[in-house]
Protein backbone atom coordinates (compact mmCIF):
# COMPACT_ATOMS: atom_id res chain seq x y z
CA UNK A 1 0.00 0.00 0.00
CA UNK A 2 1.31 3.16 -0.98
CA UNK A 3 0.20 6.57 -1.38
CA UNK A 4 1.88 9.03 -3.62
CA UNK A 5 1.30 12.72 -3.55
CA UNK A 6 0.90 15.49 -6.32
CA UNK A 7 0.39 12.73 -9.36
CA UNK A 8 -0.70 13.85 -12.58
CA UNK A 9 -3.92 12.31 -13.86
CA UNK A 10 -3.31 12.99 -17.47
CA UNK A 11 -3.29 9.11 -18.23
CA UNK A 12 -6.34 8.43 -15.41
CA UNK A 13 -8.69 10.36 -17.52
CA UNK A 14 -10.12 9.73 -21.12
CA UNK A 15 -10.45 13.70 -21.89
CA UNK A 16 -6.68 13.54 -21.20
CA UNK A 17 -7.23 16.20 -18.20
CA UNK A 18 -3.51 17.04 -17.36
CA UNK A 19 -4.84 18.03 -13.51
CA UNK A 20 -2.58 16.94 -10.15
CA UNK A 21 -3.90 14.81 -7.09
CA UNK A 22 -2.65 15.92 -4.25
CA UNK A 23 -3.01 11.73 -2.97
CA UNK A 24 -3.09 8.98 -5.42
CA UNK A 25 -3.49 5.10 -4.36
CA UNK A 26 -4.45 2.11 -5.64
CA UNK A 27 -6.41 -0.58 -4.05
CA UNK A 28 -7.43 -4.39 -4.19
CA UNK A 29 -9.23 -4.97 -1.67
CA UNK A 30 -12.00 -3.60 0.82
CA UNK A 31 -9.51 -4.00 3.65
CA UNK A 32 -6.91 -2.12 1.96
CA UNK A 33 -9.03 0.62 0.98
CA UNK A 34 -10.49 1.06 5.09
CA UNK A 35 -6.54 1.20 6.03
CA UNK A 36 -6.13 4.29 3.14
CA UNK A 37 -9.06 6.20 4.13
CA UNK A 38 -7.81 5.84 8.12
CA UNK A 39 -4.13 6.50 7.24
CA UNK A 40 -4.49 10.14 5.65
CA UNK A 41 -6.84 12.81 7.24
CA UNK A 42 -8.80 14.29 4.29
CA UNK A 43 -11.56 15.53 6.01
CA UNK A 44 -13.68 18.37 4.42
CA UNK A 45 -11.77 17.91 1.40
CA UNK A 46 -12.46 15.88 -2.10
CA UNK A 47 -11.85 12.22 -2.34
CA UNK A 48 -12.46 10.28 -5.04
CA UNK A 49 -12.95 6.85 -6.14
CA UNK A 50 -11.73 6.58 -10.08
CA UNK A 51 -12.63 3.79 -12.37
CA UNK A 52 -11.21 4.27 -15.94
CA UNK A 53 -11.51 7.85 -15.68
CA UNK A 54 -14.11 7.44 -18.73
CA UNK A 55 -16.98 9.63 -17.79
CA UNK A 56 -15.12 12.61 -15.74
CA UNK A 57 -14.22 16.21 -16.74
CA UNK A 58 -11.46 17.31 -14.64
CA UNK A 59 -11.71 21.02 -14.21
CA UNK A 60 -9.08 21.06 -11.70
CA UNK A 61 -6.48 19.49 -9.33
CA UNK A 62 -7.84 17.24 -6.75
CA UNK A 63 -7.14 18.58 -3.40
CA UNK A 64 -8.28 15.38 -1.98
CA UNK A 65 -7.17 11.52 -2.28
CA UNK A 66 -7.45 9.64 -5.65
CA UNK A 67 -8.43 5.97 -4.93
CA UNK A 68 -8.12 4.03 -7.75
CA UNK A 69 -10.09 0.79 -7.90
CA UNK A 70 -7.84 -1.99 -8.82
CA UNK A 71 -10.02 -4.96 -7.13
CA UNK A 72 -10.44 -8.33 -10.27
CA UNK A 73 -11.37 -11.43 -10.07
CA UNK A 74 -14.75 -13.44 -11.40
CA UNK A 75 -16.87 -15.68 -9.25
CA UNK A 76 -19.74 -17.72 -10.13
CA UNK A 77 -22.19 -17.68 -7.77
CA UNK A 78 -24.82 -19.86 -8.93
CA UNK A 79 -25.41 -21.70 -12.08
CA UNK A 80 -28.39 -23.32 -12.72
CA UNK A 81 -30.34 -24.36 -15.94
CA UNK A 82 -31.99 -20.94 -17.26
CA UNK A 83 -29.30 -18.47 -15.67
CA UNK A 84 -25.30 -17.97 -14.23
CA UNK A 85 -25.27 -15.60 -11.53
CA UNK A 86 -21.90 -14.01 -11.64
CA UNK A 87 -20.31 -11.58 -9.93
CA UNK A 88 -17.10 -9.25 -11.08
CA UNK A 89 -14.35 -7.01 -8.84
CA UNK A 90 -15.12 -3.08 -9.38
CA UNK A 91 -11.69 -3.15 -10.65
CA UNK A 92 -12.12 -5.24 -14.23
CA UNK A 93 -12.63 -3.62 -16.99
CA UNK A 94 -16.03 -3.64 -18.58
CA UNK A 95 -15.16 -4.53 -21.94
CA UNK A 96 -13.09 -7.27 -21.00
CA UNK A 97 -15.86 -8.81 -18.50
CA UNK A 98 -18.47 -8.50 -21.92
CA UNK A 99 -16.01 -10.77 -24.12
CA UNK A 100 -15.30 -13.13 -21.01
CA UNK A 101 -19.02 -13.62 -20.71
CA UNK A 102 -19.51 -13.84 -24.27
CA UNK A 103 -16.79 -16.70 -24.84
CA UNK A 104 -18.39 -18.68 -22.24
CA UNK A 105 -21.87 -18.18 -23.82
CA UNK A 106 -23.44 -15.95 -20.94
CA UNK A 107 -26.04 -13.93 -23.12
CA UNK A 108 -27.27 -10.44 -21.88
CA UNK A 109 -24.88 -7.65 -22.08
CA UNK A 110 -23.40 -8.08 -25.47
CA UNK A 111 -25.17 -4.92 -26.73
CA UNK A 112 -22.99 -3.41 -24.26
CA UNK A 113 -19.45 -3.95 -25.73
CA UNK A 114 -16.54 -1.90 -26.02
CA UNK A 115 -18.47 0.56 -23.54
CA UNK A 116 -15.17 1.66 -21.73
CA UNK A 117 -14.22 1.89 -17.74
CA UNK A 118 -14.56 -0.22 -15.22
CA UNK A 119 -17.24 -2.73 -13.66
CA UNK A 120 -17.47 -0.82 -10.39
CA UNK A 121 -18.81 2.12 -12.28
CA UNK A 122 -21.12 0.40 -14.67
CA UNK A 123 -24.30 0.48 -12.15
CA UNK A 124 -23.49 4.66 -11.16
CA UNK A 125 -25.13 5.70 -14.20
CA UNK A 126 -26.36 2.51 -15.19
CA UNK A 127 -24.70 1.99 -18.51
CA UNK A 128 -26.72 1.74 -21.64
CA UNK A 129 -25.86 1.02 -25.17
CA UNK A 130 -28.06 -0.56 -28.19
CA UNK A 131 -31.43 -1.38 -26.64
CA UNK A 132 -29.66 -2.97 -23.46
CA UNK A 133 -28.84 -0.89 -20.37
CA UNK A 134 -27.29 -2.72 -17.10
CA UNK A 135 -30.47 -2.66 -14.92
CA UNK A 136 -31.86 -5.64 -17.17
CA UNK A 137 -29.20 -7.56 -15.73
CA UNK A 138 -28.28 -6.73 -12.48
CA UNK A 139 -28.61 -8.22 -9.50
CA UNK A 140 -27.16 -6.96 -6.35
CA UNK A 141 -23.41 -4.84 -5.66
CA UNK A 142 -21.14 -4.93 -2.53
CA UNK A 143 -19.88 -1.40 -1.88
CA UNK A 144 -17.97 -0.05 1.40
CA UNK A 145 -19.22 3.02 3.00
CA UNK A 146 -16.55 5.69 3.16
CA UNK A 147 -17.51 7.41 5.68
CA UNK A 148 -18.91 4.40 8.45
CA UNK A 149 -16.21 2.12 7.03
CA UNK A 150 -18.83 -0.62 6.77
CA UNK A 151 -19.50 -2.93 3.73
CA UNK A 152 -23.10 -2.95 2.11
CA UNK A 153 -25.09 -5.01 0.19
CA UNK A 154 -27.22 -2.73 -2.27
CA UNK A 155 -30.14 -4.69 -4.17
CA UNK A 156 -31.88 -4.30 -7.57
CA UNK A 157 -34.58 -1.74 -5.90
CA UNK A 158 -31.88 -0.19 -3.52
CA UNK A 159 -30.00 1.21 -6.43
CA UNK A 160 -33.13 2.97 -7.90
CA UNK A 161 -31.78 3.03 -11.55
CA UNK A 162 -33.09 5.52 -14.56
CA UNK A 163 -31.69 6.80 -17.37
CA UNK A 164 -28.66 7.56 -16.73
CA UNK A 165 -29.22 7.60 -12.99
CA UNK A 166 -29.16 5.55 -10.00
CA UNK A 167 -28.91 6.01 -5.94
CA UNK A 168 -24.79 6.68 -6.43
CA UNK A 169 -25.89 9.77 -8.66
CA UNK A 170 -28.01 11.14 -6.36
CA UNK A 171 -28.71 10.53 -2.76
CA UNK A 172 -25.27 8.48 -2.24
CA UNK A 173 -23.25 10.63 -4.22
CA UNK A 174 -19.41 9.90 -3.70
CA UNK A 175 -20.82 8.16 -0.24
CA UNK A 176 -19.78 4.71 -1.59
CA UNK A 177 -17.21 2.53 -3.31
CA UNK A 178 -18.72 -0.08 -5.14
CA UNK A 179 -16.30 -3.05 -4.92
CA UNK A 180 -18.39 -5.87 -6.60
CA UNK A 181 -21.01 -6.09 -8.95
CA UNK A 182 -23.20 -9.28 -9.68
CA UNK A 183 -25.26 -10.37 -12.49
CA UNK A 184 -28.21 -12.76 -13.74
CA UNK A 185 -27.26 -13.55 -17.26
CA UNK A 186 -29.11 -15.61 -19.69
CA UNK A 187 -27.63 -19.37 -20.60
CA UNK A 188 -30.56 -18.80 -23.61
CA UNK A 189 -29.97 -15.61 -25.29
CA UNK A 190 -32.65 -13.07 -25.62
CA UNK A 191 -31.34 -11.28 -28.68
CA UNK A 192 -32.37 -7.19 -28.93
CA UNK A 193 -31.67 -6.66 -32.60
CA UNK A 194 -33.89 -3.86 -32.98
CA UNK A 195 -31.93 -0.64 -31.84
CA UNK A 196 -30.71 1.70 -34.67
CA UNK A 197 -28.26 0.33 -37.30
CA UNK A 198 -27.78 -2.93 -35.60
CA UNK A 199 -29.86 -5.46 -38.09
CA UNK A 200 -28.40 -3.39 -40.70
CA UNK A 201 -24.71 -3.85 -39.86
CA UNK A 202 -25.48 -7.84 -39.17
CA UNK A 203 -26.82 -7.98 -42.78
CA UNK A 204 -23.74 -6.39 -44.14
CA UNK A 205 -21.38 -8.47 -41.95
CA UNK A 206 -23.71 -11.07 -43.61
CA UNK A 207 -24.93 -13.04 -40.30
CA UNK A 208 -27.50 -15.74 -41.45
CA UNK A 209 -27.97 -17.15 -37.73
CA UNK A 210 -27.87 -14.66 -34.72
CA UNK A 211 -25.61 -15.10 -31.70
CA UNK A 212 -24.47 -12.76 -28.76
CA UNK A 213 -20.65 -13.12 -30.21
CA UNK A 214 -22.27 -11.36 -33.35
CA UNK A 215 -24.29 -8.73 -31.93
CA UNK A 216 -21.30 -7.70 -29.99
CA UNK A 217 -19.53 -7.40 -33.19
CA UNK A 218 -21.90 -5.56 -34.81
CA UNK A 219 -22.26 -2.98 -31.69
CA UNK A 220 -18.49 -2.66 -32.15
CA UNK A 221 -18.12 -2.23 -35.60
CA UNK A 222 -21.02 0.90 -35.39
CA UNK A 223 -19.56 1.78 -32.39
CA UNK A 224 -16.15 2.38 -34.40
CA UNK A 225 -17.50 3.74 -36.95
CA UNK A 226 -18.82 7.01 -35.10
CA UNK A 227 -17.40 7.59 -31.64
CA UNK A 228 -13.95 9.17 -31.29
CA UNK A 229 -11.53 6.26 -29.68
CA UNK A 230 -10.00 7.72 -26.29
CA UNK A 231 -6.03 6.81 -26.97
CA UNK A 232 -6.12 8.89 -29.85
CA UNK A 233 -8.88 11.87 -29.19
CA UNK A 234 -9.98 12.72 -26.00
CA UNK A 235 -13.44 12.49 -24.66
CA UNK A 236 -15.55 11.02 -22.55
CA UNK A 237 -18.59 9.60 -24.69
CA UNK A 238 -21.95 11.49 -24.61
CA UNK A 239 -21.26 14.90 -23.17
CA UNK A 240 -25.07 15.40 -22.37
CA UNK A 241 -27.82 12.84 -21.87
CA UNK A 242 -30.94 12.82 -24.46
CA UNK A 243 -33.89 15.26 -23.35
CA UNK A 244 -37.53 13.71 -22.77
CA UNK A 245 -39.99 16.14 -23.41
CA UNK A 246 -43.65 16.90 -23.62
CA UNK A 247 -45.35 14.95 -27.00
CA UNK A 248 -46.90 18.95 -27.41
CA UNK A 249 -43.79 19.99 -27.30
CA UNK A 250 -42.46 17.66 -29.33
CA UNK A 251 -45.14 17.72 -32.05
CA UNK A 252 -44.38 21.76 -32.67
CA UNK A 253 -40.80 21.06 -33.14
CA UNK A 254 -41.28 18.73 -35.95
CA UNK A 255 -43.79 21.16 -37.55
CA UNK A 256 -41.00 22.92 -38.46
CA UNK A 257 -38.14 20.05 -38.18
CA UNK A 258 -39.52 17.51 -39.74
CA UNK A 259 -35.98 15.25 -39.35
CA UNK A 260 -36.62 15.45 -35.97
CA UNK A 261 -36.95 11.54 -34.40
CA UNK A 262 -38.20 10.65 -31.01
CA UNK A 263 -39.24 7.95 -29.10
CA UNK A 264 -42.42 7.42 -26.41
CA UNK A 265 -41.24 6.70 -22.69
CA UNK A 266 -43.07 4.94 -20.36
CA UNK A 267 -43.56 8.21 -18.40
CA UNK A 268 -45.62 9.23 -21.82
CA UNK A 269 -43.21 11.77 -22.73
CA UNK A 270 -40.96 11.93 -25.98
CA UNK A 271 -37.47 11.02 -25.91
CA UNK A 272 -35.40 12.95 -28.67
CA UNK A 273 -31.52 12.92 -29.32
CA UNK A 274 -29.55 15.43 -28.05
CA UNK A 275 -27.03 14.81 -31.00
CA UNK A 276 -29.69 16.21 -33.29
CA UNK A 277 -30.25 19.28 -31.20
CA UNK A 278 -26.84 19.99 -31.10
CA UNK A 279 -26.05 19.35 -34.95
CA UNK A 280 -29.37 21.58 -35.63
CA UNK A 281 -27.85 24.29 -33.66
CA UNK A 282 -24.48 24.22 -35.87
CA UNK A 283 -22.30 22.60 -33.38
CA UNK A 284 -21.43 19.65 -34.97
CA UNK A 285 -17.85 19.40 -36.25
CA UNK A 286 -17.01 22.76 -34.22
CA UNK A 287 -13.32 23.15 -33.40
CA UNK A 288 -11.90 26.54 -31.47
CA UNK A 289 -8.04 25.55 -30.22
CA UNK A 290 -8.18 22.13 -28.93
CA UNK A 291 -11.29 21.85 -27.74
CA UNK A 292 -14.27 20.82 -30.51
CA UNK A 293 -17.74 18.84 -30.94
CA UNK A 294 -17.15 15.54 -32.81
CA UNK A 295 -18.15 15.84 -36.51
CA UNK A 296 -19.21 12.57 -36.30
CA UNK A 297 -21.86 12.51 -33.14
CA UNK A 298 -22.67 16.01 -32.20
CA UNK A 299 -22.78 14.89 -28.92
CA UNK A 300 -18.89 13.91 -28.13
CA UNK A 301 -17.35 16.84 -27.19
CA UNK A 302 -13.36 16.39 -27.56
CA UNK A 303 -10.59 17.40 -26.82
CA UNK A 304 -7.81 17.45 -29.48
CA UNK A 305 -4.44 17.82 -27.02
CA UNK A 306 -3.96 20.63 -24.95
CA UNK A 307 -7.32 21.72 -24.43
CA UNK A 308 -8.32 22.43 -20.42
CA UNK A 309 -11.18 20.95 -18.47
CA UNK A 310 -12.61 24.37 -17.91
CA UNK A 311 -12.41 25.29 -21.77
CA UNK A 312 -14.46 21.99 -22.53
CA UNK A 313 -17.04 23.19 -19.98
CA UNK A 314 -17.84 26.30 -21.58
CA UNK A 315 -18.26 24.99 -24.69
CA UNK A 316 -20.66 22.96 -23.40
CA UNK A 317 -22.08 26.17 -21.95
CA UNK A 318 -22.50 27.59 -25.32
CA UNK A 319 -24.19 24.68 -26.62
CA UNK A 320 -26.56 24.40 -23.55
CA UNK A 321 -27.05 28.11 -24.53
CA UNK A 322 -27.69 27.35 -28.40
CA UNK A 323 -30.01 24.63 -28.10
CA UNK A 324 -32.42 26.52 -24.86
CA UNK A 325 -32.22 29.40 -27.11
CA UNK A 326 -33.65 27.53 -30.45
CA UNK A 327 -35.60 24.68 -29.03
CA UNK A 328 -36.58 26.00 -25.52
CA UNK A 329 -34.74 22.41 -24.49
CA UNK A 330 -32.25 22.59 -21.40
CA UNK A 331 -29.90 20.20 -22.24
CA UNK A 332 -28.34 18.15 -18.65
CA UNK A 333 -25.12 16.72 -18.94
CA UNK A 334 -24.20 13.18 -18.43
CA UNK A 335 -20.32 13.18 -17.36
CA UNK A 336 -19.51 13.93 -13.97
CA UNK A 337 -17.81 17.53 -13.64
CA UNK A 338 -14.96 17.69 -11.27
P1 LIG B 1 -15.07 6.89 -14.01
O1 LIG B 1 -15.10 7.89 -15.10
O2 LIG B 1 -13.77 6.55 -13.41
O3 LIG B 1 -16.06 7.37 -12.87
C1 LIG B 1 -17.37 7.82 -13.17
C2 LIG B 1 -18.07 8.12 -11.83
O4 LIG B 1 -18.24 6.92 -11.10
C3 LIG B 1 -17.26 9.05 -10.90
O5 LIG B 1 -18.18 9.84 -10.19
C4 LIG B 1 -16.52 8.10 -9.99
O6 LIG B 1 -16.21 8.67 -8.72
C5 LIG B 1 -17.55 6.97 -9.85
N1 LIG B 1 -16.95 5.66 -9.64
C6 LIG B 1 -16.16 4.97 -10.49
N2 LIG B 1 -15.89 3.76 -9.98
C7 LIG B 1 -16.50 3.68 -8.78
C8 LIG B 1 -16.59 2.69 -7.76
N3 LIG B 1 -15.98 1.51 -7.85
N4 LIG B 1 -17.31 2.98 -6.65
C9 LIG B 1 -17.94 4.18 -6.50
N5 LIG B 1 -17.88 5.15 -7.42
C10 LIG B 1 -17.17 4.90 -8.54
N6 LIG B 1 -21.62 5.17 -21.16
C11 LIG B 1 -22.78 4.53 -21.42
O7 LIG B 1 -23.63 4.37 -20.53
N7 LIG B 1 -23.06 4.04 -22.67
C12 LIG B 1 -22.20 4.18 -23.69
O8 LIG B 1 -22.47 3.72 -24.79
C13 LIG B 1 -20.96 4.83 -23.45
N8 LIG B 1 -20.08 5.00 -24.45
C14 LIG B 1 -18.90 5.64 -24.21
C15 LIG B 1 -18.01 5.80 -25.27
C16 LIG B 1 -16.79 6.43 -25.07
C17 LIG B 1 -15.83 6.59 -26.22
C18 LIG B 1 -16.46 6.94 -23.77
C19 LIG B 1 -15.14 7.59 -23.55
C20 LIG B 1 -17.37 6.81 -22.72
C21 LIG B 1 -18.60 6.17 -22.92
N9 LIG B 1 -19.54 5.99 -21.90
C22 LIG B 1 -20.71 5.32 -22.14
C23 LIG B 1 -19.29 6.57 -20.56
C24 LIG B 1 -18.45 5.68 -19.63
O9 LIG B 1 -17.71 4.73 -20.37
C25 LIG B 1 -19.29 4.94 -18.59
O10 LIG B 1 -20.01 5.87 -17.82
C26 LIG B 1 -18.45 4.08 -17.66
O11 LIG B 1 -19.27 3.32 -16.84
C27 LIG B 1 -17.51 4.91 -16.78
O12 LIG B 1 -16.64 4.00 -16.13
P2 LIG B 1 -15.30 4.47 -15.49
O13 LIG B 1 -14.74 3.33 -14.72
O14 LIG B 1 -14.41 5.06 -16.51
O15 LIG B 1 -15.82 5.57 -14.48
N1 LIG C 1 -27.98 12.31 -34.28
C1 LIG C 1 -27.87 13.40 -35.12
N2 LIG C 1 -26.65 14.01 -35.18
C2 LIG C 1 -25.57 13.58 -34.47
C3 LIG C 1 -25.70 12.46 -33.61
C4 LIG C 1 -26.93 11.85 -33.54
O1 LIG C 1 -28.81 13.81 -35.76
O2 LIG C 1 -24.51 14.20 -34.60
C5 LIG C 1 -29.29 11.62 -34.21
C6 LIG C 1 -29.51 10.66 -35.37
O3 LIG C 1 -30.85 10.77 -35.76
C7 LIG C 1 -29.34 9.30 -34.74
C8 LIG C 1 -29.80 9.55 -33.31
O4 LIG C 1 -29.37 10.87 -33.04
O5 LIG C 1 -30.09 8.34 -35.38
C9 LIG C 1 -29.23 8.60 -32.27
O6 LIG C 1 -27.81 8.59 -32.38
P1 LIG C 1 -26.95 7.39 -31.78
O7 LIG C 1 -27.54 6.09 -32.20
O8 LIG C 1 -25.53 7.65 -32.09
O9 LIG C 1 -27.21 7.48 -30.25
P2 LIG C 1 -27.30 8.68 -29.23
O10 LIG C 1 -28.70 8.84 -28.81
O11 LIG C 1 -26.60 9.88 -29.77
C10 LIG C 1 -27.06 7.15 -27.16
C11 LIG C 1 -26.22 7.08 -25.92
C12 LIG C 1 -24.88 6.46 -26.22
C13 LIG C 1 -25.08 5.07 -26.76
C14 LIG C 1 -25.93 5.14 -28.03
C15 LIG C 1 -26.29 3.78 -28.55
C16 LIG C 1 -26.99 8.84 -24.46
C17 LIG C 1 -26.70 10.16 -23.85
N3 LIG C 1 -26.08 8.39 -25.34
O12 LIG C 1 -26.42 8.08 -28.03
O13 LIG C 1 -24.14 6.38 -25.00
O14 LIG C 1 -23.86 4.44 -27.04
O15 LIG C 1 -27.17 5.85 -27.72
O16 LIG C 1 -27.25 3.21 -27.72
O17 LIG C 1 -27.99 8.23 -24.15
C18 LIG C 1 -22.62 7.52 -23.59
O18 LIG C 1 -23.49 7.45 -22.71
O19 LIG C 1 -21.49 8.01 -23.39
C19 LIG C 1 -22.91 6.97 -24.91
C20 LIG C 1 -22.04 7.01 -25.92
Excluded at 58 to 76: A, Q
Excluded at 82 to 90: F, L, P, R, S, T
Amino acid sequence: MKIQENISLKSFNTFGMNVVARYFATFNSADQLKEMIESIDTENKEDLILGGGSNILFTKDVDGLVLKNEMEGIEIIEDNEEHIYIKAGAGMNWHQFVLYCIHHGYAGIENLALIPGSMGASPIQNIGAYGVEIKDVFCSLQAFHLKDKCNVVFSHADCDFGYRESVFKNKFKNQFAITSVTFRLNKKPIYHVTYGAINQELESMGIRELSIKAIAQAVMNIRNSKLPNPSVIGNAGSFFKNPEISNEQFTLIKSSYSSITGYQTTNNMMKIAAGWLIEQTGWKGFREGDTGCFDKQALVLVNYGKATGMQIFELSEKIIRSVHQKFGITLQREVNIL
